[in-house]
């Protein structure tokens, strides 16, 4: 046992060595870091030869951090937002989260899997508000409003993620992978017609086309949304919910048509 101990620290040093003698490069880096990690995890990410691992030997590279990941994510989301996609480089990225680009490689495999990998948790982060609110209780509108509360504590909690993906649909074109945004629009439409057509069953609204009114209430809470982005310095959140109370209630007087 104990000979073999002594093997496996031997190989472990020439490991090392060998390592170190390695251009590092985006497909080394991240070739590296998982044959360190399953080679000897408990020792070797943490330990003085694989912090000697390091392109720039100034940082610890430890995937095991279980914030590793959300540091790159954040990070990235903050200069996508700020710079585009093809205005920041992976560097910029890690140096910034404090890992290095084993890191990222090791949990994303490239800057355009960090990338892809952002804008699914976003999806991901929709599809959880609207199924809370698809099981809430009340008439359309009351729901209707609820869904446009949340959606503006979202944004105002992810600023920089609203703001990424905005520039993304809205924006220049910026170099970035493709991605099919409509999945977006599509999971919002599709929750306020189901919202619409539980008031048509019950009685309460009364029936025209579904998407009809998805995409006027929609356009309600993207303006609104896009307006407190515009005048940072003036929100006004109450301006969604006075919208849809007067889409609701319309502008005719009595019975006109």
Do not use: W
Request: a neutral charge; hydrophobic letters at 40%; aromatic letters at 10%.
């Amino acid at each position: 046992m104990v000979g073999s101990d002594k093997n496996v620290a031997t190989f472990q040093k020439l490991f090392i060595i060998a390592v170190q003698s390695i251009p590092f490069n985006s497909v080394f880096d991240g070739i590296i870091m998982e044959a360190v990690k399953r080679f000897r995890p408990a020792t070797m990410i943490t330990g003085k030869g694989y912090r000697d691992l390091r392109m720039n030997n100034s940082k610890v590279i430890d995937a095991a951090q279980p914030n590793s990941r959300e540091r790159l994510l954040e990070t990235a989301i903050g200069k996508f937002a700020e710079k585009g996609y093809a205005g920041t480089s992976v560097r910029e990225i890690v140096e910034h989260a404090g890992v290095s680009k084993p890191v990222l490689y090791y949990y994303f495999q490239s800057k355009e899997g960090l990338f892809l990998a952002i804008l699914d948790m976003a999806e991901n982060m929709q599809k959880k508000l609207l199924s809370e609110i698809l099981e809430s209780e009340g008439n359309v509108l009351d729901r209707l409003l609820i869904l446009y509360r949340r959606l503006y504590e979202g944004v105002e909690e992810h600023r920089s993620l609203y703001k990424m993906i905005y520039g993304l649909i809205s924006g220049p074109a910026q170099g970035a992978p493709d991605y099919d945004f409509t999945r977006y629009h599509r999971h919002m439409i599709n929750a306020i017609c189901e919202i619409y057509n539980a008031g048509v069953d019950s009685g309460e609204v009364k029936k025209i086309a579904p998407k009809e009114v998805a995409y006027l209430v929609l356009s309600l809470i993207d303006f609104c949304l896009h307006m407190d982005q515009i005048y940072p310095q003036s929100p006004d959140p109450q301006r969604a919910e006075r919208l849809l109370r007067l889409a609701f209630s319309g502008i005719n007087k009595g019975t006109e048509n």
